[in-house]
């Protein structure tokens, strides 16, 4: 309500300026030149039913363009706009390529095409998620397109260039490279990206496709290497280095097929830590490395069990990672994960030629295309507990539709989730945006403490609970503990909460083992936290606590609390109290409904989803062997 109210008060405002104003016909820096917004400006200003734009072509220095406007006034032109490539992928004999264009010319009925050996290639809307929100309402969205362009082996040069037909009329686009999976970047100049038998690069608003002889390859790279050594900057001669190691060492790694795996680094006990556990060994042609922080209590585990986790930010690390064949991941944006934002990927991506699988860390049943889509991290597995996060990632938004990529395994992580009651209490909310401070270096590494995070309301709720007298009362009379664990994102805020002698807190960093917490306690209490899903997978009681005063942390996607939660509802403190009061005295156990709901939930409840994970990664290891030229 107070959003309608405020777009009323925009409106209104929006009557008394003048278009020309408005839409910043004079260009100034301090207002907005992105034509989206001027759209949406003339939106809230006249209603969408009323605002028409015209289209008119022209002779331009640099060729045929043409203008779209709102009645006289500039809205935007053609030839500033990119056909903007977010993913580049070889697969049997295909160039995959995946990205996004701007939709404000689908007014005019427009129609975008990729022109390849004289055939074009129809861009389609694939409705993936590509909105920009304000107020979490979408202002607009880009189109979304997916291309599958079949190479001719027998061509020894064949070129992809982009155009926009509009009122009969074709113009060619530029081209950019906006993500770390385009394989190829617009600076450095001479990049290219290297794969089976061919070698692309940008050339004048197109993409060139040769095979990849000697003499090619070699030539492309002198000119890369000279151009880093022009430059002059400190980020190039470091990157001039790599790829020098990166071509000696080449030889040796080449002759590996590799997977590299990793959690969060400054944490373990995650899936991929179970996957590399349960195949770590095994005689089966692959190379396997676990990636994670040094100075960490599970990589310290790890080594006393006999294995060798990979050091996070090592140079064999740098190395593996450009070499890898697979790297399965348990969140989301793989490239920061291991060192690279989008300035510094584009000194190695055109070298990368490895697909990413995810292996999830929470599931995936709530609206977070935002994150979860195929395109954020090029995935070509994704690994599932339940057929409902099945529904929902099979929606348009995720972009998954139509590709073999969701597979009902189980998750990794539940391998371990055997119970070992101990009679405890497990409190385990999630987090919210605002009260943790953003990343300031790496996704590797813990958020920082937020001296602000006391004044929230998040913690008031939570401190209140935790010293709540008659819970208190409650789990010494029946003879429980109570801890109350803290997200990883919350964790450097421990010493803020109030401490008592009947509850412990715990932050879940360093030598905090999931599985064992979650094995020993006997019901859990959350808001939203993914961890629900380990717990409810035993078989446990699960009592959900949706605060009035506290906005949820997600949308509901496909799974909904009321007619699928594991456990009851509560919206006050006292009456969570109460609840978890009675479950005690009766011995804390799963009440029938609500085990009926888990056991619709899962599509497996055994202790064999590393092994079905493993069969899979190894079938989609035979795609990569062809594709890499490699003998089956």
Same mark, same amino acid.
């Given at each position: 309500?107070?959003?309608?109210?405020?777009?009323?008060?925009?409106?209104?405002?929006?009557?008394?300026?003048?278009?020309?104003?408005?839409?910043?016909?004079?260009?100034?820096?301090?207002?907005?030149?992105?034509?989206?917004?001027?759209? +949406?400006?003339?939106?809230?200003?006249?209603?969408?039913?009323?605002?028409?734009?015209?289209?008119?072509?022209?002779?331009?220095?640099?060729?045929?363009?043409?203008?779209?406007?709102?009645?006289?006034?500039?809205?935007?032109? *053609?030839?500033?706009?990119?056909?903007?490539?977010?993913?580049?992928?070889?697969?049997?004999?295909?160039?995959?390529?995946?990205?996004?264009?701007?939709?404000?010319?689908?007014?005019?009925?427009?129609?975008?095409?990729? *022109?390849?050996?004289?055939?074009?290639?129809?861009? $389609?809307?694939?409705?993936?998620?590509?909105?920009?929100?304000?107020?979490?309402?979408?202002?607009?969205?880009? *189109?979304?397109?997916? *291309?599958?362009?079949?190479?001719?082996?027998?061509?020894?040069?064949?070129?992809?260039?982009?155009?926009?037909?509009?009122?009969?009329?074709?113009?060619?686009?530029?081209?950019?490279?906006? /993500?770390?999976?385009?394989?190829?970047?617009?600076?450095?100049?001479? &990049?290219?990206?290297?794969?089976?038998?061919?070698?692309?690069?940008?050339?004048?608003?197109?993409?060139?496709?040769?095979?990849?002889?000697?003499? /090619?390859?070699?030539?492309?790279?002198?000119?890369?290497?000279?151009?880093?050594?022009?430059?002059?900057?400190?980020?190039?001669?470091?990157?001039?280095?790599?790829?020098?190691?990166?071509?000696?060492?080449?030889?040796?790694?080449?002759?590996?097929?590799?997977?590299?795996?990793?959690?969060?680094?400054?944490?373990?006990?995650?899936?991929?830590?179970?996957?590399?556990?349960?195949?770590?060994?095994?005689?089966?042609?692959?190379?396997?490395?676990?990636?994670?922080?040094?100075?960490?209590?599970?990589?310290?585990?790890?080594?006393?069990?006999?294995?060798?986790?990979?050091?996070?930010?090592?140079?064999?690390?740098?190395?593996?990672?450009?070499?890898?064949?697979?790297?399965?991941?348990?969140?989301?944006?793989?490239?920061?994960?291991?060192?690279?934002?989008?300035?510094?990927?584009?000194?190695?991506?055109?070298?990368?030629?490895?697909?990413? +699988?995810?292996?999830?860390?929470?599931?995936?049943?709530?609206?977070?295309?935002?994150?979860?889509?195929?395109?954020?991290?090029?995935?070509? +597995?994704?690994?599932?507990?339940?057929?409902?996060?099945?529904?929902?990632?099979?929606?348009?938004?995720?972009?998954?539709? #139509?590709?073999?990529?969701?597979?009902?395994?189980?998750?990794?992580?539940?391998?371990?989730?055997?119970? /070992?009651?101990?009679?405890?209490?497990?409190?385990?909310?999630?987090?919210?945006?605002?009260?943790?401070?953003?990343?300031?270096?790496?996704? #590797? $590494?813990?958020?920082?403490?937020?001296?602000?995070?006391?004044?929230?309301?998040?913690?008031?709720?939570?401190?209140?609970?935790?010293?709540?007298?008659?819970?208190?009362?409650?789990?010494?009379?029946?003879?429980?503990?109570?801890?109350?664990?803290?997200?990883?994102?919350?964790?450097?805020?421990?010493?803020?909460?109030?401490?008592?002698?009947?509850?412990?807190?715990?932050?879940?960093?360093?030598?905090?083992?999931?599985?064992?917490?979650?094995?020993?306690? &006997?019901?859990?209490?959350?808001?939203?936290?993914?961890?629900?899903?380990?717990?409810?997978?035993?078989?446990?009681?699960?009592?959900?606590?949706?605060?009035?005063?506290?906005?949820?942390?997600?949308?509901?996607?496909?799974?909904?609390?009321?007619?699928?939660?594991?456990?009851?509802?509560?919206?006050?403190?006292?009456?969570?109290?109460?609840?978890?009061?009675?479950? +005690?005295?009766? #011995?804390? /156990?799963?009440?029938?409904?609500?085990?009926?709901?888990?056991?619709?939930?899962?599509?497996?409840?055994?202790?064999?989803?590393?092994?079905?994970?493993?069969?899979?990664?190894?079938?989609?290891?035979?795609?990569?062997?062809?594709?890499?030229?490699?003998?089956?």
């Amino acid at each position: 309500k107070s959003l309608e109210e405020y777009l009323i008060l925009v409106h209104q405002l929006f009557l008394e300026i003048d278009d020309y104003y408005l839409l910043n016909q004079d260009e100034l820096p301090y207002i907005t030149k992105n034509p989206e917004i001027r759209c +949406m400006y003339l939106r809230i200003k006249y209603g969408k039913e009323n605002v028409k734009y015209n289209y008119y072509a022209y002779d331009s220095i640099e060729g045929r363009d043409i203008d779209m406007r709102f009645k006289e006034f500039l809205i935007s032109t *053609l030839s500033t706009h990119r056909f903007t490539i977010n993913v580049m992928n070889y697969v049997n004999g295909k160039i995959w390529i995946d990205g996004s264009l701007i939709s404000i010319f689908q007014h005019s009925d427009v129609q975008f095409y990729a *022109l390849f050996n004289d055939k074009k290639y129809i861009v $389609e809307d694939t409705d993936a998620y590509s909105l920009t929100k304000y107020f979490g309402v979408p202002g607009y969205r880009r *189109l979304t397109y997916h *291309l599958e362009i079949p190479l001719d082996e027998n061509k020894k040069m064949q070129r992809i260039t982009f155009y926009a037909k509009i009122q009969g009329e074709e113009f060619q686009m530029k081209i950019s490279f906006a /993500n770390h999976w385009a394989k190829l970047s617009k600076s450095p100049r001479y &990049s290219y990206w290297r794969f089976n038998k061919y070698l692309c690069h940008h050339a004048n608003n197109g993409i060139n496709i040769k095979l990849a002889t000697k003499t /090619n390859v070699l030539k492309r790279e002198i000119q890369f290497q000279l151009n880093l050594i022009r430059n002059h900057k400190k980020k190039d001669f470091k990157a001039l280095g790599f790829r020098w190691l990166y071509w000696i060492t080449h030889p040796y790694f080449k002759k590996q097929k590799i997977w590299l795996m990793l959690d969060k680094l400054y944490k373990g006990g995650d899936s991929c830590e179970y996957l590399y556990r349960y195949c770590a060994n095994f005689e089966d042609g692959i190379t396997k490395y676990y990636l994670i922080n040094e100075n960490t209590i599970d990589y310290k585990n790890l080594v006393k069990d006999g294995y060798k986790p990979l050091k996070n930010g090592s140079l064999k690390h740098k190395l593996v990672f450009v070499n890898a064949d697979i790297v399965l991941i348990t969140n989301s944006h793989l490239f920061p994960f291991n060192g690279y934002n989008k300035g510094t990927s584009k000194y190695i991506r055109g070298l990368c030629n490895f697909g990413s +699988m995810c292996l999830q860390h929470g599931l995936s049943v709530q609206k977070c295309a935002i994150a979860q889509r195929r395109i954020i991290d090029n995935t070509m +597995m994704y690994f599932l507990a339940s057929k409902f996060e099945y529904d929902n990632l099979s929606k348009h938004a995720y972009g998954y539709k #139509g590709f073999d990529i969701l597979k009902l395994t189980g998750i990794g992580r539940y391998d371990g989730l055997k119970n /070992n009651d101990k009679k405890q209490i497990l409190l385990s909310p999630t987090w919210r945006m605002y009260n943790a401070l953003p990343v300031t270096t790496s996704e #590797g $590494e813990q958020r920082g403490y937020n001296p602000e995070f006391k004044n929230s309301l998040y913690f008031h709720v939570y401190n209140d609970l935790i010293n709540n007298e008659k819970l208190i009362a409650c789990a010494k009379k029946y003879g429980y503990k109570i801890k109350f664990l803290l997200h990883p994102i919350l964790s450097s805020q421990k010493d803020d909460f109030t401490p008592n002698s009947e509850l412990e807190v715990i932050p879940s960093v360093g030598d905090l083992s999931y599985e064992k917490i979650l094995t020993e306690s &006997s019901l859990m209490v959350t808001d939203y936290s993914g961890v629900q899903f380990d717990f409810a997978y035993m078989r446990k009681p699960i009592v959900y606590f949706h605060p009035e005063v506290l906005p949820p942390h997600y949308d509901d996607g496909i799974f909904f609390y009321d007619s699928m939660g594991f456990g009851e509802i509560c919206t006050k403190s006292d009456q969570l109290v109460d609840v978890l009061c009675d479950y +005690m005295r009766k #011995g804390c /156990n799963m009440k029938d409904m609500y085990r009926e709901r888990a056991d619709n939930f899962y599509v497996y409840n055994d202790h064999n989803n590393c092994e079905r994970i493993y069969k899979e990664i190894m079938k989609y290891q035979k795609q990569v062997d062809i594709d890499k030229l490699r003998k089956k």
